[in-house]
Nanobody, 119 residues
Framework: VQLQASGGGLVQAGESLRLSCVVS????????MGWWRRSPGQGYDFVAQ???????TYGDPVKGRFTVSRDNDRNTVYLQMNSLQPEDTSVYYC??????????????WGQGTLVTVSS
């Protein structure tokens, strides 16, 4: 399973970006898809996740500003980020869960895409 994230870049505060993450490989059992982030000098923070049936959850810092979605035909998860703030500056990592025949889940991670928000 491979994940390729894209869409990061440099924006000014208040602007928007949309991240994409394309998943390829053996995807039978693809379940949750989502995003974490890691700010400079910080640990990993949960950003958003969407289940196979479309239920989305968000980390408190991004609620109301970010929207996670998925296109199951394209095996892609998106993160629409609006009203970006300097504190959103991070490397954003996509992740997916793959369920096997015994309902055990393995998590796979993408390589990360850098989002920089200037004030």
């Amino acid at each position: 399973v491979q994940l390729q994230a894209s869409g990061g870049g440099l924006v000014q505060a208040g602007e928007s970006l949309r991240l994409s993450c394309v998943v390829s490989g053996t995807l039978s059992g693809l379940s949750r898809m989502g995003w974490w982030r890691r700010s400079p000098g910080q640990g990993y923070d949960f950003v958003a996740q969407i289940t196979a049936v479309g239920r989305a959850t968000y980390g408190d810092p991004v609620k109301g500003r970010f929207t996670v979605s998925r296109d199951n035909d394209r095996n892609t998860v998106y993160l629409q980020m609006n009203s970006l703030q300097p504190e959103d500056t991070s490397v954003y990592y996509c992740h997916v869960g793959i369920m096997d025949s015994r309902s055990a889940e393995t998590t796979y991670w993408g390589q990360g895409t850098l989002v920089t928000v200037s004030s």
